[in-house]
């Protein structure tokens, strides 16, 4: 099996060549290594302060595959503070730099790392790929599709033509957070992007890979959706 450790990722900037890293200049991260040589990296941006079940067996699997696991504490800056305190606009992008960086120290290559995201963190995987030029970018459930979800963060349809790597989009089509109307126009507008893009809506709820077992989900959608990411991975993290 792969091995899960905790680390830390230095934010640019933030670390004095003759001195240890400060506290507010870096990102407490888990990772999870392939065994063997590593493809490439995959951010998993994350909204929950724990990892379920799901979500860590998910991780494991993309590790399995071959692939460096790297999910940043996004809550890093909150010090015990607002439990609904978000993490975009600057902060987001600093954020996954830190891991971008500790990958690329570890000699993967910038176009082999990815980035994943379910619900918020999927929006903010999404407007990840608007900002960095990466491999490839996988949301599920993203949600602020034609309105922002705070005023540190973009309507998806708005940046969408700015996407700067191949980005997959998973939804249920039953899901009040993503309507089918707003899903179509964020497809629209993903179309008129300079890469590669791909929105799959399945019925229902049936879309997290990372929660196979939930009451919602059948098991042929959930194996679907993992099979589609591991998929975008392989073909577009080269």
Known sequence: MSGIYDDIAPLRGGEDLEQRPTEGS?????????EGNSRGGIVVLHESRDFSGGLLEFMRALAIEGWTVVAPNLFHRANGGDPEHEVFGDELFEDFDACFDWLTRRGVFPDC???????????????????????????IAASGITEPLTAEAEALVRVAPDLQAPWLGLFGSDDPSTPADD????????????????????PGLHHRADNPDAEDEDEDSAIDSQTRIFDWFDSNLR
């Open 26 to 34: 870096r990102v407490p991260i888990t990772v999870i290594e392939p």
């Open 113 to 139: 790392i990815g980035v994943l995201g379910f619900d918020h963190a999927g929006t903010a995987a999404f407007l990840v790929a608007t900002n960095r030029p990466i491999g490839a970018a996988v949301s």
């Open 183 to 202: 899903v179509d126009r964020l497809r629209d507008a993903a179309a008129r992007a300079s890469v590669a893009s791909l929105v799959v809506t399945y």
